[in-house]
């Protein structure tokens, strides 16, 4: 992926033909026409445009937020944290019920700033919006909304923002284009990066695992993985613009490859990145249990690359609900699989997901989850209290658990989850550990914040000329999720 080589192609395109039918033709055509109204618009105001993209949830979608960006910015408009900007965009998570919530009151916010500036546009994507009640609900009552597109038509952003601000027709009216089905993967698009040094790389999207509790399959559509050459192009390109960390990211990372038409597996994929010459960390995220392979665990193990961290959620350590949960693996197991992990890779950090008040949790159950996280010996866990999604199987389960009882042991397991993360944290203390200098730290002058191999935080003593770098640091004090350390 060659940036000069997009933006080339982006101006040889004519303008005054009719669109192209192929893609990335298309949407070349279409940031080409938004570049010119954008010229036009600037002189008429006398000022450059903004744009404020806001993310929730999870990589995927602070990937997808980049790629908005990219073309945002290749359009010419300026990116300000402000939601008072001129274009502003909510790439939304609907994972838990609380995020809809929360949804609702950020854009009914956003009424008031429209109000003083009538040429703001307000657009909406992600998750939430391949949901039928949530676009209806927003159809019906937020009419201060511009445009509405979903998760598998992210690639058309030009075009739908081309159509909203040159199509008189269309002024008045809010836009709504999402897809029911998955759409190509379309490369070769404009991207940003929030960090010069590290970025995030969709190897695959969708997920085929329909978790009974989740709602990912049914927004995000069924798997489909990158063709390993254009995956390894785009890192290359990367780490030729200074990139020295990637992060591949999947729903379900250890399935990869097995949809191409030539099949790859995920550590024949990391295998390939390994070689790519000036890269120096690989991470990956998620994993799921029942697909984690000997030939990956066996390959962390030996890499000079792959840090040393898996993010392996977990869920319940009731087999029981493991079951229920459509999960394919025991708490037996998923205990002997991080057995494997840590004699091949002693120094590994494992994290894991865990939900509270699953629909028929009994306090036995629960017990099975405190003791697993025990056992497992976890370096940190997100733990989430369920949320019933409408149209996933969980949500019509009978014994659906009262919330008193839910929040109960939702404060149980975050305590034990300290409690085994605290201790955890505490034998790294005094060890040198090798650490990416990622960002200056806004609470403490003079001090730059970055993270270990293993994804720990460390705040040291240092200059911003660190950042991007990867420095030695000495872990002097553990606060638990971090550390304050001297290089
Ligand atoms: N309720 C609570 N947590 C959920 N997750 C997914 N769906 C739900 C739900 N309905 C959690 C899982 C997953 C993480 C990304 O979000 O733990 O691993
Ligand atoms: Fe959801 Fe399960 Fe797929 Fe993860 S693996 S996205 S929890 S369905």
Redesign the pocket.
Known sequence: MDYNKINSEIENVDINAIPPEDEPQRQYYFIKLLRRWMEQKVKEEGRELTCCVNTFG?QMNARDSEKILGILKSIGYKETNSEEADLVIFNTCT??ENANLKLYGRIGQLKKYKDRNPGMLIMLCGCMMQEKEAVEKIEKSYRHIDVIFGTHNIFKFAELLAMKVLDERLKRKILVDVWEEEGGIVEELPSERKYFFKSGVNIMFGCNNF?S????PYVRGRERSREPEDIIAEIESLVNDGVVEVMLLGQNVNSYGKNLKNTVTFTELLERVEQIEGLKRIRFM?SHPKDLSDSLIEFMGRSKKVCHHIHL?L?SGSSRLLEIMNRHYTKEEYLELIEKIRKAVPDIAITT???AGFPGETEEDFNETLDIIEKAGYDNA?T??????TG?P?ASMEDQIPEEIVKERFDRLLNKVKEISAKKAAKYVGKTVYVLAEEKNNQEAGFITGRTEQNYIVHFKGNEELIGKIVPVKLCESKGFYYYGEM
Do not use: E, G
């Open positions: 999870c994972v838990r978790c509790y989740c709602i990912v998620t959620p869920q997901d865990i939900i997100f989430f209290i369920y949320s019933k999604r996933t969980a």
